[in-house]
């Protein structure tokens, strides 16, 4: 089983719609959550940390299940711009070392 | 600000060459971080420093050497690289405390290796 698994897409939705990306990961000693966007041939950048109690940011929301091991993000109303891969990483659970999952292409559609 | 810098964007080097990968922040961060890049692949960790020294090295081939002169300045050699070398190498700067607090990337060196 790899470290951290996500929904293997790629996503194509129609601007305005809702869409949900899944991350699966085995180390239970993980302590530190994120999700990170990267546009073509540019840096990841950060999206947003995720927190036990879940988070919003505008019209993203990530949710942590630490029982399953398991983290959400949903984005609402979807625009052009959100077309991206989203990452999702995770730490290892010992010092500063961070595993990025494979990755979801997302293509929002005029 | 956010900012990470690294230099130069791209390089091409043959396999005798020796080349350096220059990446700055001053952010006041503690831990920084060399990634490698693959197309289509996400990115993975090669080496963490931590307060200035070598905490992590993910089973690195010694053709790539780390340096970190000061907390903001990070470096990576090269020396007789191989083609499948080739990739987008990745630097990245967290605060370094107590937390594992969000890592803040540079827009990275393509390296092309002949």
């Known amino acids: 089983r790899k470290e951290v698994e996500q929904d293997p897409g790629p996503f194509n939705v129609p601007e305005g719609a809702t869409v949900a990306f899944n991350c699966t990961y085995s180390?239970?000693?993980?302590?530190?959550f994120f999700w990170y966007r990267q546009d073509c041939r540019k840096e990841p950048k950060l999206l947003m940390s995720?927190?036990?109690s879940g988070n919003e940011d505008g019209r993203f929301t990530a949710q942590l299940n630490r029982a399953s091991q398991y983290i959400s993000l949903l984005i609402r109303d979807s625009k052009l711009s959100d077309s991206a891969t989203y990452l999702c990483?995770?730490?290892?659970?010992?010092?500063?070392?961070?595993?990025f999952g494979p990755g979801t292409r997302l293509s929002v559609l005029p | 600000d956010t900012e990470v810098t690294q230099t130069p964007k791209h390089l091409v080097m043959g396999m005798t060459n020796k080349k350096s990968l220059k990446c700055e922040q001053h952010m006041g961060h503690r831990a920084m971080y060399w990634y490698k890049q693959k197309a289509k692949k996400p990115p993975e960790l090669m080496f963490v420093y931590s307060y200035e020294k070598l905490s992590i090295n993910e089973s690195v081939p010694s053709r790539f050497s780390p340096e970190c002169p000061n907390s903001s300045l990070l470096n990576l050699h090269l020396h007789a690289l191989q083609p499948e070398d080739s990739a987008l190498y990745l630097c990245?700067?967290?605060?370094?405390?107590?937390?594992?607090?969000?890592?803040?990337f540079g827009p990275g060196t393509r390296l092309t290796v002949t």
């Open positions: 990483v995770v730490n290892r659970g010992y010092g500063q070392n961070f595993v």
């Open positions: 180390n239970s000693a993980s302590q530190s």
């Open positions: 995720v927190y036990s």
């Open positions: 990245a700067s967290s605060s370094g405390l107590a937390g594992l607090k969000e890592q803040y």
